[in-house]
C-alpha cells in the first residue's frame, strides 16, 4: 500500500507543477517577455489576443471535458481504464507546455497572425490531452478503494503532493527563468528572457511526465462488487447524470467561485512582488513558506475531519482566508506583512481543496444510489473542469488587470498611478473575497452529504447489490 501511496502523490506532484506551470505563470511570460518592443499599447493588445485566445479554448474544450470523462468511464484495457490516458495525456501535454513557451522560431516577432494560427492548434491539442490525463488521474481515486477512510488517506497523500508541486514552482520559477537567461542568453542581474521561461517550462514539462509514470507504474486498482455495477455511459446521457446529482452541482457552484477567487489571488501575487513591492527575486520565499505550510496542513485534513467534519474544515477554511484577505489589504508593500497574510490565506487551502474533492469523490456512490447507475470518471471530471474553468477565467482577469494597471514589460513600481494600484488591489484582494465567501454559505447550506451519510449509502448500496447476486443465484 506504501508504494501506492507514493506512487499516486509523485503524480500528483508532476500533475500540479505542469498545472501552476500552465495556469499561474504562463500569463506572465506572455505579458513580460513574449511581446516586447512594439509599443506599450501594441504589446499589451498581443498579449491580451494570446490569453483572449486560451480562455476561448479552454471555455469551449470545457464543455467536452463530462464527454472525455465518459470516455475513460467506458475504456477497457489491460491496464485498466485510466493508466493509458494518464501515459499519453503526461507525454502530449508536456510536449505542449513546451512548445507554447516559445515565440515559434520568432513567429511571434516577424509574424504575428501566423504565431496565432499555430499557437491555438498546439494549445487545443495540448488542453485537450491535458484534460485526459486531469480526469483520468482524479477519477482513479474511487477506483482505489470505496471506504472513505482509505480515500482520506489517498486524497491527503495525492494532495500532499500536488500542494509540494505547485508550490514547488513558485520558489523555482524566479531562479529557474534567472538562472536560464543568464545561461543561454548571457544576461545579467534579474533581466529575463524567452530562453530562460523555456528552461523554465522544459524542467516543468519533465517532472509532469516522470510523475506520470510513477503513477502508471506504481498504482492499482481495485475490483469490488460495487465497482462492478458500472455500465457504459452513452455520450448523450453524461450531463443527464450530472444534472440529476444535486450535491454534485452544488459542490460544483460552490468550488468554482472558491477557486476562481484562490487562483485569482495566487496569480497576481508574482505582479505584486514585481510591479508593487519592486522585488521579484523575494517572490521564491512565498514559495518556501506555502511549501512548508502545506507539509503541516495536508497531513493535518485526517485529523480534523475526524473532529470538525468536512463541512467545518470548508467553511472554517474559508473564514480564515478572509483574515488573510484582510492583513493583505493592511500590508502596502510591507513583504514581512505580506508574508504572514499570505501564509494565513494558504495554510487553510489544501485542506478545503480536500474536503472538496472528497465531497465529489463520495457523490460517485451518491448518483449511484440515487440513479442506480456508477459513474466513476464522468463523476470526477467535475473538479479537473471546475479548476480549469477557473483556471481560464483567471488567466484572462489576470492580463485584464495586469494591462489595465499599467503592469506589463519593464515598468517599474515608481511608474504605476494610483488609480492602477487601485485597479489592482480590487481584482487581487476585493472581489475574490467575495466569491470565496460566497462559496462558503453555498457549502454551509446546500451540501447534505456527510461522511456519516456517505457510509449508510455505501451500506444499502452493498445490501441491495448481495441481495440481488442472491438472486440471481436461486
Known amino acids: 500500500m506504501f508504494k501506492q501511496y507514493t506512487s499516486y502523490a509523485l503524480g500528483a506532484f508532476g500533475h500540479d507543477a505542469f498545472y501552476a506551470a ?102 487545443v491539442i495540448l488542453d485537450i490531452f491535458y484534460s485526459f490525463k486531469d480526469i483520468a488521474f482524479w477519477s482513479m481515486l474511487p477506483a482505489l478503494s ?26 523555482v520559477i524566479m531562479p529557474l527563468v534567472i538562472f536560464f537567461s543568464q545561461t543561454f542568453s548571457g544576461t545579467h542581474g534579474n533581466t529575463q528572457t524567452r530562453a530562460g521561461w523555456l528552461g523554465f517550462a522544459v524542467v516543468i514539462g519533465a517532472v509532469s511526465l516522470l510523475g506520470a509514470l510513477a503513477t502508471f507504474f506504481g498504482t492499482k486498482e481495485k475490483s469490488s462488487l460495487i465497482r462492478e455495477n458500472t455500465e457504459k455511459t452513452r455520450l448523450r446521457d ?40 519592486g522585488k521579484p527575486n523575494e517572490y ?39 483574515i488573510g484577505y484582510i492583513l493583505f489589504m493592511l500590508s502596502g508593500t510591507n513583504v514581512a506583512m505580506i508574508l504572514i497574510a499570505d501564509a494565513i490565506f494558504f495554510f487553510p487551502y489544501p485542506m478545503i481543496f480536500l474536503a472538496a474533492l472528497m465531497t465529489i469523490t463520495d457523490s460517485v456512490e451518491y448518483g449511484q444510489w440515487k440513479n442506480g447507475v456508477r459513474n466513476e470518471s464522468v463523476t470526477l471530471a467535475v473538479r479537473p473542469l471546475i479548476d480549469k474553468l477557473a483556471g481560464a477565467f483567471s488567466m484572462g482577469i489576470v492580463v485584464l488587470a495586469a494591462v489595465n494597471a499599467g503592469m506589463t514589460g519593464n515598468t517599474k513600481p515608481s511608474e504605476i498611478s494610483a488609480h492602477g494600484l487601485f485597479i489592482f488591489h480590487s481584482f487581487i ?46
Open 22 to 123: 500552465l495556469n499561474t505563470y504562463f500569463a506572465m511570460f506572455v505579458t513580460s517577455v513574449l511581446f516586447v518592443g512594439q509599443g506599450a499599447a501594441t504589446d499589451a493588445k498581443l498579449a491580451s489576443i494570446v490569453i483572449t485566445m486560451v480562455m476561448v479554448i479552454r471555455l469551449i474544450e470545457i464543455a467536452f471535458d463530462p464527454m472525455i470523462g465518459g470516455v475513460v468511464d467506458n475504456t477497457q484495457t489491460k491496464m485498466g481504464k485510466f493508466k493509458p490516458w494518464i501515459l499519453w495525456g503526461a507525454i502530449i501535454s508536456s510536449v505542449g507546455l513546451i512548445v507554447i513557451f516559445t515565440s515559434f522560431f520568432g513567429l511571434a516577432d516577424s509574424n504575428t497572425t501566423l504565431y496565432f494560427i499555430i499557437f491555438a492548434i498546439v494549445f
Open 146 to 171: 470505496v471506504d472513505s477512510g482509505v480515500r482520506n488517506r489517498f486524497g491527503t497523500i495525492a494532495r500532499f503532493g500536488s500542494t509540494l508541486g505547485a508550490q514547488g514552482v513558485a520558489i
Open 238 to 277: 453524461v450531463f443527464k447524470v450530472l444534472g440529476e446529482n444535486d450535491q454534485l452541482m452544488w459542490l460544483s457552484l460552490s468550488y468554482f467561485l472558491f477557486a476562481l477567487g484562490y487562483v485569482v489571488t495566487n496569480s497576481l501575487l508574482v505582479y505584486y512582488f514585481r510591479y508593487v513591492i
Open 284 to 322: 521564491s520565499i512565498v514559495g518556501v513558506i506555502t511549501a512548508v505550510l502545506g507539509v503541516i496542513s495536508v497531513p493535518l485534513f485526517p485529523v480534523l475531519v475526524r473532529l470538525v467534519t468536512r463541512k467545518g474544515i470548508y467553511v472554517g477554511g474559508i473564514a480564515m482566508m478572509i
Open 429 to 474: 484582494f476585493y472581489i475574490p473575497l467575495v466569491l470565496i465567501a460566497v462559496a462558503a454559505l453555498i457549502y454551509q447550506f446546500k451540501i447534505s452529504l456527510s461522511e456519516k451519510r456517505h457510509a449508510e449509502i455505501v451500506k444499502e448500496i452493498e445490501a441491495k447489490l448481495e441481495a440481488q447476486e442472491a438472486k440471481k443465484e436461486n
